[in-house]
């Protein structure tokens, strides 16, 4: 028959595995660990993180980013203008440039009106020269006609004088009074025969009857005779006196109409140079309108120039935008980075206290457990911690290696 030989420890060594057993293992075996209150959890999305991304979004054309209003993660983004941020100043730049074509295409426009207005106004100062020249020639005429005016004046004041008649007496005067004389004696020989032939018929021819009648006949008929010479003198006289005057008045008017001739020419030289001066001054003022014309097209140049200037500064601007806003979403990531990485690190500690809190009965009842079995075994058993290990979270493992969480925006930056 076997005996079977059982080996037991020391009283107050099983009584302490008894109570170990009873008031700490068995209570802890039907007790659930709250692992919920240590569960891994990530950080909700930093404002710098969503400000990042919503620029990268905008740089990009796009519209409005969504954010989960729990964890604050994008969700969705909004359809947008397809306008990324720098084409407002391409559009700035189009603008200038087109403004700057216009500008410089009305140069041309200009220029060909100032040679329009320099070519014109040559030619009206060409014809006020041509038309000064004539009327310096006319003046030249009027001078001339004007200077034919003291010979006339001098010519009538050769019909003036006590003896201006004479040169206009007539040379047959004196035939003509002779003859006239003659015929009166002969009548008068006549009319003093019959006063004889009459003194005969009545008988008194030769007394003293007859030689009264024929004294007194002879008297009268020689009164008659100087009469009638007088009067042809004074007809002759009177004649060549109006015939002076006529001349005289006749070389005044002749003088009168040269000096009007004279002047009329003179107005009409003068009115010329007038005409001449007055297309001089409109060719003058051609000139200066051509030239306005010339400095307006200088100050369109100038301006066309500083529209392509402002064209060429703002797709400068185009071109430096994107960099700008590449730095300042970089810089923004980093900061909501940053955040994140500490955001992060305060919940990865809770949930590393509340594992510790929730392990803590445990790994006191193994401490108490190892105790008596290496007293049991009659040696002492070293401690092993009990339960999980901790472990980073893995957003705080991604944090580490340097995945920056504002990277998840970068797909928007086109």
């Known amino acids: 028959m076997a005996t079977e030989t059982i080996q037991r420890s020391a009283p107050y060594l099983e009584q302490a595995g008894e109570t170990f057993l009873k008031d700490i293992v068995t209570p802890l075996t039907g007790q659930r660990v709250q692992t919920e209150t240590f569960a891994p959890s990530v950080a909700a999305y930093d404002p710098f993180t969503k400000q990042a991304q919503q620029m990268a979004a905008s740089q990009a054309g796009l519209g409005a980013i969504s954010f989960d209003s729990a964890t604050g993660a994008p969700t969705s983004i909004g359809a947008g203008t397809g306008v990324a941020g720098y084409q407002p100043y391409l559009d700035q730049a189009g603008t200038y440039g087109t403004q700057a074509g216009t ?94 032939d009459s003194a005969i018929k009545m008988g008194g021819y030769g007394g003293g009857r007859e030689g009264v009648m024929q004294s007194e006949y002879q008297s009268e008929s020689d009164r008659d005779r100087a009469l009638l010479n007088a009067q042809l003198l004074s007809q002759g006289f009177s004649q060549a006196q109006g015939l002076a005057n006529q001349a005289y008045g006749q070389q005044l008017g002749l003088g009168a109409a040269q000096q009007g001739l004279g002047g009329a020419q003179a107005g009409i030289a003068q009115q010329r140079g007038a005409l001449g001066q007055t297309q001089g001054a409109l060719g003058a003022m051609q000139g200066q309108l051509g030239s306005q014309y010339l400095g307006a097209a200088g ?85 092993q911690p009990q339960g999980p290990a901790a472990a980073a979270s893995p957003l705080s493992q991604a944090l580490s290696t340097g995945l920056a969480a504002y990277g998840i925006g970068s797909m928007f930056n086109r």
């Not at 310096?136 to 001339?144: R, S, V, Y």
Request: net charge negative; no cysteine; hydrophobic share 35%.
């Open 103 to 196: 500008t410089l295409g009305g140069v041309g426009a200009d220029i060909t009106s100032a040679r329009a207005g320099l070519g014109t106004a040559g030619t009206s100062l060409a014809t006020g020269l041509g038309t000064l020249g004539t009327a310096g020639t006319e003046l030249g005429t009027a001078g001339t006609t004007l200077g034919g005016v003291p010979s006339y004046l001098s010519s009538a004041a050769g019909y003036t004088g006590p003896s201006a008649y004479s040169q206009f007496m007539s040379p047959y005067q004196s035939d003509v009074i002779g003859a006239t004389l003659s015929e009166f004696d002969k009548q008068a020989a006549m009319r003093q025969q019959s006063i004889s």
């Open 299 to 383: 100050q369109q140049q100038g301006l066309g120039a500083a529209q392509q200037d402002l064209g060429g500064y703002y797709a400068g601007l185009a071109g430096l935008q994107p960099s700008l806003a590449g730095g300042n979403i970089q810089g923004l990531g980093a900061a909501g980075t940053q955040a994140l990485a500490y955001q992060q690190a305060i919940k990865d500690a809770e949930a590393t206290a509340a594992q510790t809190y929730a392990y803590e009965p445990y790994q006191r009842a193994g401490f108490l457990g190892s105790s008596i079995t290496g007293l049991l075994a009659g040696q002492q058993t070293p401690y």
